[in-house]
């Protein structure tokens, strides 16, 4: 960790420590810890240990514009220094909820156009854009780690404009311009072995990305949202071939079933079309295409505990590698709101991955807290 | 003459439009007690809505983008507060109505002017359980700030319509003759359990005790948000052998835990509403008519 940063968090706590003996105002950000330990057997191989831990600030800047920075300190996964630690900026971006608001303030204009800066996880689809802490299983299903890259996902440094539409249900158009953060995906995790896999989606240079979420309320108890992505990488190529291009259809339902139990049901479909990796420009042969499939099944049986079985699926990319099914069963037990005990088991039907088991112990520290998503 | 009545005419025209196309002003209330109280002092110059109906945890509520529309629309949003109801803070962030941006009259926070009971000092962490850093949230849950409530509600109505300050304030004063009339017949009703210990399952009802007086002993939770142990409950039970005692319950925790709790220590148990089921200008007298009837049953 460079030594700027550590000075940073270590003044950050020393003064959060010295203003929390007291009840009086203050103008530190809202600081937050999130904990993840995890463990892992694959064929009787054992291991446990702390696989990050998230900092977060979050403070208002002025009424109606927040910041919000993210610093994870995770495992380093290959090279020199695997098994060690690296400092990595996770998110770190400031929302202008309001941009007429805040540029025009004397003007009566209230239209709910909204901007955000910095660098983001790109909500293509609904899992990319969530942080550990927010994920129902353990880990992100084998689509996510093909086509968004390893560790938490895909990420930019850009803006987006989102504006809230003027329809009698709820939804939501955002358009963003960004340069790829984390550019190039493969197949990650212990199941990973022989490379006769085709290279994932490589995200690089320029990205344009767009998303309409549509949400709408079945009755009382129930509501269903529905998401139209769209991620074009490298989209100021010359050549169509050099371009990477996702489109992502996601639905969730929601059922209440009385206070404390709900039933969630999610499906994310993707579509990529990207070329071979170290091919460019003239030589580069024709894109092909990769589907992706992820269903969903989360179930609280009460305010402590809850279950769920997600089945993912991703096809060959054009004729090369091969389908890949997984079938992960996981449950939770719920220590306090930020703090829970996870037990997960992952099935593979795939010759190069082995089944896995997982546990995880995560934990929240401070009010962290993320946008409605 | 012609022109003299032709302006008479359109001044005339003028003013019935002003108050034909005068709209109510829109407001969305966390839950019904807000919405009943903005309902009793906005009267046909509000028009209200809920985003949570009946009694509710709602640290555990899920935001879901329908309740985003409401937020969206509203001239007004009454919060919570007390980092009780963060998932308000995603809405207001997604519905980006500048009108109802923290410190906007539009945006009300009620727990601002109420005195908070159960205030922690010092550091606190994960030992004390699930506390509240800005103290007890269930503060509608006394009479007395309801009527704060109102006072709040009244004020911001009339920055936002000033034309009708004067009717906001006839009706709060109105809200007030009740309420306080109301308050004497519920101290009545509840005195014969001034003698009785009363715990509860989590400390709801802090403010509802002090506001009438009643003898409040404990929680069947150790500290709060981590459930009754055998060990605790035996505690308990020591310290209520000698008296009478009633367990009362908010609906949305485990009522089995709390009956056999009162079995355990030979307790009346009351299981109880905490919020207004309906958000009707008399709703939250209502609530606590219910709660009177089901103490004391």
């Known amino acids: 960790m460079s030594k700027f940063l550590k000075f940073i968090i270590v003044t950050l706590f020393f003064s959060f420590g010295l203003t929390a003996q007291e009840k009086t105002a203050t103008s530190l950000p809202n600081i937050s810890l999130i904990g993840n330990f995890v463990g892992q057997n694959v064929d009787g191989a054992r291991s446990f240990g702390v696989e990050e831990v998230e900092l977060s600030f979050q403070h208002y800047l002025y009424p109606g514009v927040k910041a919000d920075v993210f610093i994870g300190l995770g495992k380093h996964e290959e090279g020199e220094e695997e098994g060690g630690y690296e400092v990595s900026l996770e998110e770190a971006y400031v929302t202008f909820m309001s941009l007429p608001a805040t540029l025009f303030p004397n003007s009566s204009i209230n239209l709910p156009l909204g901007a955000m800066v910095g660098q983001k996880l790109l909500a293509v689809g609904r899992l990319n854009a969530l942080h550990p802490e927010q994920w129902a299983f353990v880990d992100r299903p084998v689509v996510h780690q093909k086509f968004f890259g390893e560790g938490h996902g895909l990420a930019g ?128 042969a024709a894109r092909e295409t990769q589907d992706g499939f992820v269903f969903t099944t989360l179930f609280n049986f009460s305010k402590l505990y809850s279950a769920g079985v997600r089945y993912s699926s991703l096809g060959k990319h054009g004729d090369e590698g091969e389908d890949v099914t997984q079938v992960a069963y996981q449950i939770t037990r719920q220590l306090t709101e930020t703090s829970k005990f996870r037990i997960q088991h992952n099935v593979n039907d795939n010759p190069n991955a082995e089944n896995v088991t997982l546990v995880q112990f995560i934990f929240g520290m401070g009010p962290h807290s993320h946008v409605l998503q | 003459m012609f022109y003299s009545n032709l302006k008479s005419l359109f001044l005339t025209f003028l003013l019935l439009s002003t108050v034909v196309v005068a709209t109510p002003l829109r407001v969305v209330s966390i839950t019904n007690d807000f919405a009943s109280i903005a309902n009793y002092i906005g009267g046909d110059r509000v028009k209200v809505s809920v985003l949570v109906n009946g009694s509710r945890n709602l640290h555990d509520i899920q935001a879901k983008p329908s309740m985003v529309l409401s937020v969206r629309d509203a001239d007004m949003l009454i919060r919570l507060g007390m980092s009780q109801d963060k998932w308000i803070d995603g809405l207001i962030e997604v519905a980006r109505n500048s009108k109802l941006f923290p410190n906007k009259p539009g945006y009300v926070d009620p727990s601002l002017v109420i005195n908070a009971l159960e205030v922690p ?58 309420l306080m009339s109301k308050f004497s017949t519920w101290s009545s009703k509840l005195s014969p359990l001034k003698s009785d210990l009363i715990l509860s399952y989590h400390l709801v009802w802090s403010y509802f005790v002090d506001a009438f007086e009643l003898n409040f002993l404990a929680t069947l939770e150790p500290v709060p948000g981590v459930p009754p142990s055998v060990r605790h409950l035996n505690e308990l039970k020591g310290k209520v052998s000698q008296s009478k005692s009633k367990i009362i319950c908010a609906v949305y925790y485990p009522q089995k835990v709390c009956r056999e709790s009162a079995n355990l220590f030979k307790a009346s148990f009351s299981p109880l509403i905490t919020n207004s089921e309906t958000e009707d200008k008399e709703a939250y007298f209502k609530l606590f008519d219910r709660l009177v009837v089901d103490m004391t049953q």
């Not at chain 1, 139209?228 to 371009?243: I, P, Q, R, V, Y």
């Not at chain 2, 509240?132 to 704060?148: S, V």
């Not at chain 2, 911001?156 to 009740?178: H, V």
């Open chain 2, 121 to 178: 000092t010092g550091q606190i962490d994960g030992r004390h359980g699930d506390i509240h850093i800005e103290g007890n949230p269930h503060y509608w849950l006394d009479p007395q700030n309801g009527l704060k409530i109102a006072a709040l509600i009244r004020d911001r109505l009339s920055q936002l319509d000033p034309s009708s300050a004067d009717l906001f304030n006839t009706n709060y004063q109105q809200f007030e003759k009740e």
């Open chain 1, 157 to 284: 440094q850009g803006g987006q404009l989102a504006y809230l539409l003027p329809l009698p249900f709820f939804s939501q158009l955002e358009v963003g311009y960004w340069t790829a953060v984390s550019a190039h995906g493969h197949e990650g995790g212990a199941e990973e072995e022989g490379d006769d896999e085709a290279h994932g989606v490589e995200h690089e240079n320029a990205m344009l990305h767009a998303r309409l979420w549509n949400s709408f309320k079945i009755g009382n108890a129930s509501e269903v949202s529905v998401g139209l992505s769209s991620l074009t990488s490298n989209f100021n190529a010359d050549e169509d071939n050099d371009k990477s291009a996702i489109m992502a259809f996601d639905v969730n339902l929601v059922r209440e079933l009385s206070n404390n139990k709900s039933l969630d049901f999610q499906v994310e479909w993707f579509q990529a079309k990207y070329g071979e990796e170290g091919e460019e420009g003239e030589e580069a």
